[in-house]
């Protein structure tokens, strides 16, 4: 498996979405939809994304969510991060956080180590916007996602990665997508997304 172009976890439509939403014009955004277009399985692959044939050593299990006191990103704002997680990438159309373990150290092949690669989204967890071109959130598990309705789409395979999709006051939804591997608990994910807010300055991508 070529670590690199999978970069996007749980979610479907989401993981390539979410790639084709980073296209902000950003040396990350172009990365990261790269990343997330081989996992989706290609276009079109809403809601089914095709399992990795080897699955990447990815972060230890992460199940506590802590207050966010770091820099905010640029399109979005959050509240709490898994614990000893941090923002490792940010544009105004995403955002990529990762376990402390990716932080620092030399650069290194991302086949070798996707951890450490801010273009990969193995083992992490990415938030965007909703493509422009897809209109409707694919069928999952209904939630309440603070004050709003929210959709959590299983991964691959019973995968434990989840993509969580959050409609928004506008009708665009916000798409989160938890790389399956990294501890959280569903109702966990839930409470992260009612952490998120979408500001002003977020973008959505087209593909």
């Known amino acids: 498996m070529d670590l690199h172009p999978q970069s996007d976890?749980?979610?479907t439509g989401p993981r390539h979405r979410r790639t084709a939403l980073a296209v902000g014009g950003s040396a990350f955004a172009v990365a990261a939809i790269v990343a997330a277009f081989s996992f989706?399985?290609?276009?079109?692959?809403?809601?089914q994304a095709q399992q990795p044939a080897d699955r990447p050593a990815v972060a230890a299990a992460a199940t506590q969510l802590v207050s966010y006191t770091g820099r905010q990103p640029k399109g979005f704002s959050l509240d709490k991060v898994p614990?000893?997680?941090f923002v490792q990438a940010d544009d105004a159309s995403s955002i990529v956080l990762a376990p402390r373990s990716a932080a620092g150290g030399p650069k290194v092949d991302p086949s070798a180590n996707p951890l450490q690669d801010p273009r990969s989204f193995v083992g992490k967890i990415a938030v965007m916007l909703q493509s422009k071109d897809q209109k409707e959130a694919p069928a999952g598990k209904a939630v309440k996602v603070g004050d709003?309705?929210?959709v959590l789409v299983k991964g691959p395979d019973n995968s434990d990665g989840r993509t969580l999709w959050v409609e928004q006051p506008s009708g665009t939804y916000l798409l989160i997508q938890f790389w399956d591997g990294i501890g959280l608990s569903q109702d966990a994910m839930v409470d992260f997304g009612a952490g998120v807010h979408v500001e002003k300055g977020a973008q959505q991508g087209v593909g």
């Open 9 to 11: 976890p749980a979610g």
């Open 148 to 150: 709003h309705k929210g």
């Open 83 to 85: 614990d000893g997680w």
């Open 40 to 47: 989706a399985g290609g276009p079109g692959a809403a809601g």
